[in-house]
């Protein structure tokens, strides 16, 4: 009989991918520059912010010290003349 186990060979299938874009470059030249300019604005943006705290939290201390009359500074007068 003719009709016996015949053997198996694998059949092996490789998924080729399409090709990657070529970088050249002026390519990354763009995202280097692309990636320090988000890191300056960046660095503008929080140096503002920061600025913007010191400097309030200043007028606010100054003032809070107004209302209170007590200061820890020294007046040296002078303005006055020389005697």
């Keep these: 009989m003719m009709f016996g ?6 059949v092996i299938v490789k998924v080729v ?3 990657t874009p070529q970088v050249t ?10 990636l320090t300019g988000l890191i300056v604005a960046g660095s503008f943006v929080l140096g503002g912010v920061v ?15 107004d209302r209170a ?7 040296l007068d002078l303005s006055s003349p020389a005697r």
Excluded: C, F, M, N
């Excluded at 600025?51 to 010290?65: C, D, H, M, N, Q």
């Design 17 to 19: 991918s399409d090709p």
């Design 51 to 65: 600025g913007v705290l010191l400097i309030a939290y200043s007028r606010w201390k100054a003032e809070r010290s």
């Design 69 to 75: 009359g007590a200061t820890d500074h020294t007046s």
């Design 5 to 10: 186990i015949q053997p198996l060979t694998p």
């Design 25 to 34: 470059v002026v390519d990354v030249l763009v995202d280097a520059l692309g």
